[in-house]
T-cell receptor
Framework: GNSVTQMEGPVTLSEEAFLTINCTYTATGYPSLFWYVQYPGEGLQLLLKATKADDKGSNKGFEATYRKETTSFHLEKGSVQVSDSAVYFCALSDGQAGTALIFGKGTTLSVSS | GAVVSQHPSRVICKSGTSVKIECRSLDFQATTMFWYRQFPKQSLMLMATSNEGSKATYEQGVEKDKFLINHASLTLSTLTVTSAHPEDSSFYIC????????????FGPGTRLTVT
């Protein structure tokens, strides 16, 4: 079945450091891929998405490229800020109506000044 | 953009009572809504899929008589936790799928349930 694997956290960085959070997936067909962010005590917010191979999603300085050959969707940011501290979830959708997103386990990012 | 609301955001109830959580899509029609449960520092666990006008589909291990889901309209789904116990304390999150963009889900802000 479909699944998402994220790197284990927590990830601890200093402000302005480069961030990579790895995400790989297993899926049949052509899934859409997402990164969600969850700030403490809040629900999930869509950070970025890509719906087909080689698409690059980007938002708020974060980027991720849909790599079908490596079944990956790694999240990157060139210079993190303290305000980026949150939990990041990689997810996929098989695009079928009525099926839920499949989430990775989440990666906690902590950025210190 | 698509907005999903949940009410209440926090609720404290006594053991043995029932609690209803509402999930509304504010500016779109959601033929499908999903209910998730999240334990501290863990990922989201899908509890059930709710389609408007039909019975919810529950994931394995989720008690359908305990977690009653109703999806009476294209903009409202409710989750009722019946005879709540302390182990039901959790963060409950709903999401809704816009019928025009079936590959995306929009999430509510979550409801923190504490059972004492």
């Amino acid at each position: 079945g479909n699944s998402v694997t994220q790197m284990e956290g927590p990830v601890t960085l200093s402000e302005e450091a480069f961030l990579t959070i790895n995400c790989t997936y297993t899926a049949t067909g052509y899934p859409s891929l997402f990164w969600y962010v969850q700030y403490p005590g809040e629900g999930l917010q869509l950070l970025l998405k890509a719906t087909k191979a080689d698409d690059k999603g980007s938002n708020k300085g974060f980027e991720a490229t849909y790599r079908k050959e490596t079944t990956s969707f790694h999240l990157e940011k060139g210079s993190v800020q303290v305000s980026d501290s949150a939990v990041y979830f990689c997810a996929l959708s098989d695009g079928q109506a009525g099926t839920a997103l499949i989430f990775g386990k989440g990666t906690t990012l902590s950025v210190s000044s | 953009g698509a907005v999903v609301s949940q009410h209440p955001s926090r609720v404290i109830c006594k053991s043995g009572t029932s609690v209803k959580i509402e999930c509304r899509s504010l500016d779109f029609q959601a033929t499908t809504m999903f209910w998730y449960r999240q334990f501290p520092k863990q990922s989201l666990m899908l509890m059930a899929t709710s389609n408007e006008g039909s019975k919810a589909t529950y994931e394995q291990g989720v008690e359908k008589d305990k977690f009653l889901i109703n999806h009476a309209s294209l903009t409202l789904s409710t989750l009722t936790v019946t005879s709540a116990h302390p182990e039901d304390s959790s963060f409950y999150i709903c999401s809704a799928r816009d019928r025009r963009a079936i590959y995306e889900q929009y999430f509510g802000p979550g409801t923190r349930l504490t059972v004492t």
